[in-house]
C-alpha cells in the first residue's frame, strides 16, 4: 500500500491533502491573477501579508513544479525573517487569498502533493515544519506530518505529531501510522483509538487499527475493526483482503473464514490479476472445501499477470498441495494449464 494508506487499490486516503501532481497555474484564478498583475505595477514596499501572497502567486506562475516548491520555500525563508507576528500575517495572506478564490492551506495542500511527485519533498517539509514552529496551526502541523509519512520519515511524522497538544483526529492517525511504520504497535493502537473515539466515521483510522490489532495478534479486536471498516465503506477490496489476512491467521475459524470468503470473493472479477486477492482467495476456498469457488478463481485468474508475481508464484506449492489433498483434479488441471500458457 502506498504510505498514505489510499482506501482502495487505487484510491486517496480521505485525511490527506486534495490531490494534484501538475503545477497549479495563477491563470486558472482570474481574480488573482487580477490582483497580482495590479499590485506588480505597484511601487514601494507592500504589507507583510501581500508579500506572502504575492510569493503565492510567483509560485504559481512558475510553470515547473519542481521551480514552483522551491520558489516558495525561498518564500518561506523571507517570510520568517521578518520582525513581525508571523501567524497574524500568516492568517491576513489566508484571508486575502481566500478573497481571491485561493485558500493559502488548501493551496498548500496540492503543493504538498506536488512537492513529492517533483522530488522536492525534504525541502517542503522542511519549509512546513518552520512555518509550523512559526505559525502554530494544528493544520500545518498535519501537513507536515502528512509530507513526513510520504516520504518515508516515520520518526519526522510521530515527532510532529506529538508537537500537537489538542485533540485531532487526523494527526491522531497519521501518528498512529507512523508508530506501526515504526514496529510500535502497542503505542498504535492507543494513539488511534483515541483518533477512532475523536471521528467514529473515519475509516483510515479504522483500517490502521485494524492492522495494528493485527501485528500484535489480537485477531478478534481485528476481526471487529475490519468489520467497522466494511460498515464505512462497503464494498472495499483494500479491507476485503485484511479480513482474508486476518481470518487466516485462525484458520479453525469456520464463521471469519465465511465472512473473509465472501468479502474478499466480491472482488474477485476486479482483481482477478491481483496476486493478494487470488492466493488468499484460494486459500480461503481450500480451508472451506469450496471447490467451485476454486474453479471459479481459476476461471477468471489473469494468469498473465499472476505468473510475473514472485509473491504467487511462491504460493504454487501450497496451493497445488491443496488440490491434490481434496481430489480437485480437474481444477488441478486448468489451473496448471493457465500458468504454462501464461508461461509461454
Not at 18 to 38: E, H, N, T, V
Request: glycine share 8%; aromatic share 8%.
Amino acid at each position: 500500500m502506498p504510505k498514505s494508506d489510499a482506501m482502495a487499490f487505487e484510491g486517496q486516503d480521505r485525511d490527506e491533502p486534495s490531490r494534484s501532481d501538475d503545477a497549479i497555474a495563477l491563470k486558472d484564478y482570474p481574480k488573482l491573477a487580477a490582483w497580482y498583475q495590479a499590485r506588480a505595477k505597484s511601487t514601494g514596499t507592500s504589507p507583510p501579508a501581500e508579500e506572502l501572497a504575492r510569493t503565492v502567486c510567483a509560485a504559481m506562475i512558475a510553470g515547473d513544479p519542481r521551480r514552483s516548491i522551491l520558489l516558495w520555500t525561498s518564500g518561506v525563508d523571507a517570510f520568517l525573517d521578518g520582525e513581525f507576528d508571523h501567524q497574524k500575517v500568516f492568517l491576513e495572506a489566508d484571508s486575502l487569498l481566500e478573497e481571491h478564490d485561493v485558500g493559502l492551506l488548501d493551496w498548500l495542500g496540492r503543493m504538498a502533493h506536488i512537492a513529492i511527485s517533483a522530488d522536492v519533498g525534504v525541502a517542503f517539509f522542511d519549509a512546513t515544519r518552520r512555518l509550523a514552529d512559526a505559525v502554530p496551526l494544528t493544520a500545518l502541523r498535519f501537513l507536515s506530518a502528512w509530507t513526513a509519512l510520504n516520504l518515508g520519515d516515520y520518526r519526522a511524522c510521530a515527532d510532529e505529531c506529538e508537537t500537537v497538544g489538542e485533540p485531532f483526529a487526523a494527526v491522531h492517525t497519521l501518528h498512529g501510522q507512523a508508530l506501526l511504520e515504526l514496529g510500535e504497535p502497542g503505542e498504535a493502537i492507543e494513539i488511534l483509538r483515541v483518533s477512532v473515539s475523536l471521528a467514529p466515521e473515519e475509516i483510515i483510522a479504522w483500517f490502521q487499527l485494524t492492522k495494528a490489532y493485527m501485528v500484535t495478534g489480537d485477531v478478534s479486536r481485528a476481526w471487529d475493526c475490519a468489520g467497522t471498516c466494511e460498515r464505512l465503506v462497503p464494498g472495499n477490496p483494500e479491507v476485503a483482503l485484511m479480513k482474508s489476512l486476518i481470518a487466516l491467521q485462525e484458520p479453525q475459524d469456520d464463521q471469519r473464514i465465511a465472512g473473509a470468503k465472501r468479502s474478499l470473493g466480491a472482488q474477485l472479477g476486479s482483481f482477478s490479476g491481483n496476486s493478494d486477492v487470488v492466493s488468499n482467495l484460494m486459500e480461503l476456498a481450500l480451508l472451506s472445501n469450496d471447490m467451485g469457488l476454486a474453479a471459479e478463481i481459476v476461471r477468471l485468474a489473469q494468469f498473465d499477470r499472476l505468473a510475473k508475481s514472485q509473491l504467487f508464484l511462491g504460493k504454487l506449492a501450497t496451493i497445488l498441495r491443496g488440490f491434490k489433498t481434496r481430489g480437485w483434479h480437474e481444477v488441478a488441471k486448468n489451473f496448471l494449464d493457465g500458468l504454462t500458457a501464461a508461461a509461454g
